[in-house]
């Protein structure tokens, strides 16, 4: 999932970005620039630097020490609660999830 954050956030699509990076602060919400170049560090040092640059340019790392971009308490626990995201309110959704 953090390689499709990266993609998304080097292509410009910081809407997926963003579901993306919601995603995997859920999973992962100590992950910092210091522990994923440990996790990829098979990479060669250009391709690690791409994915750094990529994942800085959305703003999702800030420096080694930084979690990825930390959600609001109201996001996460909407998506705890399994409800729809904001900004999805006003988007069809199931029938099953007009109870809000």
Known sequence: MLLALAA???????KQANEYA?????????????RI???Y???????MKLLTDALKKGGFL?????PLRPLSAESVSRRLAGLPRQDMKRTKTHS???RT
Do not use: W
Not at 25 to 31: I, K, V
Not at 41 to 47: E, R
Not at 62 to 66: E, V
């Open 62 to 66: 800030q420096d080694d020490a930084a």
């Open 37 to 39: 170049e440990a996790r």
């Open 96 to 98: 099953t999830m007009n």
């Open 8 to 14: 998304a956030s080097a292509l410009g699509q910081y």
């Open 41 to 47: 560090a098979y990479l060669p040092p250009d391709l």
């Open 22 to 34: 919601e995603r995997l602060s859920l999973l992962q919400p100590a992950l910092t620039a210091s």
